[in-house]
């Protein structure tokens, strides 16, 4: 068993920046991708970035240049740094990882909202 917290989020105008962290405890030797997820209400929950244990990076096109995905394995963190956001932008964010055997576990998520 893997459990997520997450923390950072909250109000920010466009153009701001916010700083997502998300904590991993339990199982945390099994972890293998970390990622970072997002949903508005009525659409499916979306891909925004996400990591390998080897640091191995993939983000959603809309994001690129933008937000940076970065993790410390010894600390069990993730990161995603969100520089000139958007009100598009605006979701709850959820943390996410995978296991080497294949687990998916989810963090509770956190409220990003950019205001225009």
């Known amino acids: 068993q893997v459990q997520l917290v997450e923390s950072g989020g909250g109000l920010v105008q466009a153009g701001g920046s916010l700083r997502l962290s998300c904590a991993a405890s339990?199982?945390?030797?099994?972890?293998?991708?970390m990622g970072w997820y997002r949903q508005t209400p009525g659409k499916q929950r979306e891909l925004v970035a996400e990591?390998?244990?080897?640091?191995?990076?993939t983000y959603t096109d809309s994001v690129k240049g933008r937000f940076t995905i970065s993790r410390d394995i010894a600390k069990n963190m993730v990161y995603l740094q969100m520089n000139s956001l958007k009100p598009e932008d605006t979701a709850v964010y959820y943390c996410?990882?995978?296991?080497?055997?294949?687990?998916?576990?989810w963090g509770q998520g956190t409220q990003v909202t950019v205001s225009s």
């Open positions: 996410k990882t995978l296991t080497s055997w294949g687990y998916e576990y």
């Open positions: 339990g199982s945390t030797f099994s972890i293998n991708t």
């Open positions: 990591i390998t244990r080897s640091g191995t990076t």
